[in-house]
Each structure stands twice: as C-alpha cells, then as structure tokens.
C-alpha cells in the first residue's frame, strides 16, 4: 500500500517537474518556474519519506524533510544549503505583499538541475 502511495506522489511530482521544465523552455516566470521545482522536489521527498514508513504530514519546508530523509539517506545532507534557498523561493513567490522577487535565468537553471539530482537519487533509492 505504502508503495502504492509513493507511486501517486512521484507521479504528481514529475508533472510539477515537466511544468518547471516547459516553463523553463520559454524563460518566462521564473517564479512560478521555482514554485514547480519546490513542488516537484517536495513530492519526491514526501515519496520517499513514505516508502521508508513515514506519516504523511502537511509540511512544505524542503529543509525539514530532507532533514528526516537522513535517516534513510545520508548523502542528502550535501542539498540542506539547497533546501533552504528552494523553501524561501517558495514562500517569497507565494505570498504578497510585495513584488515578485526578480531571479536570472542562470539562478533558475541551476535550481533546475540540483533538483533533477535530488529526484534522481531518491528514485534510485525507491526502485
């Protein structure tokens, strides 16, 4: 069963992947770009946390579950820089007040390709 459910939140993880990826293509909104990858790294974690017997609980702060995703996988630790950065990216493009923050082309980009890494890894560990 757990299986099962991990399978479900992979499945919405990757099309929060392929959306930041089309977006990307286009180079416009780099904040709803950064929105997806949050989203897409976030789901693949929450898959990964509960393949190994996790709870599933409401929590979006990527810092916290790669936190707990130590426990299963220790390597994780080298994206807790990352996880930070990924959970304000989420927060400062969310919510108002304010404009969106302006982010380049190469910062977005490089989000990108750490989260593909991050995904990568946790779905070799969940095969």
Known sequence: MKDE???EW???GRHDL???KILFAEQEHFDIILF???QAVEKYLK???IYYGWKLRKIHDIETLITEALDFKSELKEYLDFSRELTAYYYEGRYPPGPTT???KEEVEKALETAEDIIKKLEREMK
């Open 5 to 7: 459910i991990a399978k």
């Open 36 to 38: 997806h990858i949050h």
């Open 47 to 49: 898959a990964f946390l």
């Open 102 to 104: 302006p982010y380049s």
């Open 18 to 20: 392929d959306a930041a």
């Open 10 to 12: 992979i499945e919405r």
